[in-house]
C-alpha cells in the first residue's frame, strides 16, 4: 500500500498572457501576475540623487582652478628648492590670495617672501596665523619665520642708529 508521493508539477515562468491556472490544491484560481508599475522613489533617496549630481557637478567646475593652483604650487616648491624664492614668491601670490585658508600654501607663501625679502608680506602671513591652531611643524616653521623676522628687525633698527649716529655727528661738525 505504499503509494508513490505525487510529485509536484513543474515550475514554469509565469506567462503573463495566459489565463489564470488552477492550483493543483486547491479549487480556486491563482491570482493574475500582472508585471510591476514603476515604483516612485522616496523621498530621500530622491534628495540624495539630486545632492549627489550637484556635488559632481561643483567638483567638475572647481577641478580646473585645483589642477592649476596645485601645478603652480608644486612648481613653487621646486623653485624653493633651486633658491628661486623670488620666482617661487611670485608663483605662490595668486595662490595664497584664492585659498586663504590652506594653511601649507600660506606657510610656504610666507617662507618665500622671507627669504626674498618681502618682509611686509611675509609679516602679514605670520599675522594670518594669530588665533589659529597649527601642528608642531606648522609652529616650528612659523616660529622660525618669527625669528628671522625679529632678527631683521633688529638689524634694520641698528642700521637707524648708526644713521642717526652719523647724521648728528654732521650736524654737529656743521655748527
Known amino acids: 500500500m505504499d503509494q508513490d508521493p505525487i510529485p509536484p508539477?513543474?515550475?514554469?515562468?509565469?506567462?503573463?498572457?495566459?489565463?489564470?491556472?488552477?492550483?493543483?490544491?486547491?479549487?480556486?484560481?491563482?491570482?493574475?501576475?500582472?508585471?510591476?508599475?514603476?515604483?516612485?522613489?522616496?523621498?530621500?533617496?530622491?534628495?540624495?540623487?539630486?545632492?549627489?549630481?550637484?556635488?559632481?557637478?561643483?567638483?567638475?567646475?572647481?577641478?580646473?582652478?585645483?589642477?592649476?593652483?596645485?601645478?603652480?604650487?608644486?612648481?613653487?616648491?621646486?623653485?624653493?628648492?633651486?633658491?628661486?624664492?623670488?620666482?617661487?614668491?611670485?608663483?605662490?601670490?595668486?595662490?595664497?590670495?584664492?585659498?586663504?585658508?590652506?594653511?601649507?600654501?600660506?606657510?610656504?607663501y610666507g617662507e618665500a617672501c622671507l627669504q626674498s625679502e618681502r618682509f611686509k608680506e611675509a609679516i602679514d602671513v605670520l599675522q594670518s596665523f594669530e588665533g589659529k591652531e597649527v601642528s608642531k611643524e606648522e609652529d616650528a616653521r612659523l616660529n622660525a619665520m618669527e625669528s628671522v623676522l625679529s632678527q631683521k628687525a633688529k638689524e634694520v633698527e641698528d642700521l637707524q642708529k648708526q644713521l642717526d649716529a652719523e647724521e648728528k655727528l654732521k650736524k654737529d661738525g656743521k655748527k
Open 9 to 108: 508539477p513543474p515550475i514554469a515562468p509565469p506567462s503573463f498572457a495566459t489565463p489564470p491556472q488552477m492550483s493543483p490544491l486547491s479549487s480556486e484560481p491563482e491570482p493574475e501576475l500582472v508585471p510591476l508599475k514603476k515604483l516612485p522613489f522616496p523621498v530621500f533617496v530622491r534628495i540624495t540623487m539630486v545632492v549627489t549630481v550637484l556635488a559632481f557637478l561643483v567638483g567638475v567646475v572647481r577641478f580646473p582652478s585645483a589642477l592649476s593652483s596645485a601645478v603652480g604650487f608644486e612648481r613653487a616648491e621646486k623653485k624653493m628648492a633651486s633658491g628661486d624664492a623670488e620666482g617661487a614668491a611670485d608663483l605662490l601670490e595668486p595662490i595664497a590670495k584664492s585659498h586663504p585658508n590652506s594653511k601649507e600654501i600660506q606657510l610656504t
